[in-house]
């Protein structure tokens, strides 16, 4: 059975990263922007103390996370705000986590499931990849 080269793969690795956590970032941004300043949509709650905080988190992390500034940090800090406001809307209503009235939060916690292992610096042990020769299996 033939292998693919991921050797070549893995060179485009860094830029893909840069434009998932661009992506994320804006997402982020866009929320916190929408929580605190009611741009670019109003938002249509009020702001008790735990959305306040999660506003300036979302908008503070996100400027960080566009810039580069801190990424590792901020990534793992807006990880767990993602899990704390995903387990939190659904606990009372929604048994199963991937029902249609979350799918946007589930979307935004798996890619950053993607960057919190190297925010612990174990991603070089879990994402290495070997480059193989002629004939040789990848591991």
């Known amino acids: 059975m033939p292998t693919l080269p991921m050797h070549r793969l893995s060179k485009l690795a860094p830029y893909f990263l840069s434009v998932l956590r661009i992506f994320a970032a804006g997402s982020f941004l866009t929320h916190g922007t929408m929580k ?3 741009w670019p949509a109003p938002f249509e709650y009020p702001l008790n103390p735990m959305l306040y905080t999660a ?13 580069g500034l801190f990424s590792r940090p ?6 767990g705000l993602m899990a704390f406001a995903t387990l939190s ?8 986590l991937f029902s249609t009235t979350v799918k946007r ?29 002629w004939g040789e299996t990848v591991v």
């Open 89 to 96: 809307r659904t606990a009372r209503t929604v048994f199963f």
């Open 105 to 133: 939060p589930c979307f935004i916690a798996s890619s950053f499931s993607i960057l919190v292992p190297q925010a612990l610096a174990c991603g070089a042990l879990m994402f290495r990849v070997r480059k193989a020769g």
């Open 36 to 38: 605190l300043f009611n």
């Open 74 to 79: 901020t990534a793992f800090l807006l990880s």
């Open 55 to 67: 506003g300036i988190l979302e908008v503070v992390g996100g400027l960080l996370l566009i810039i």
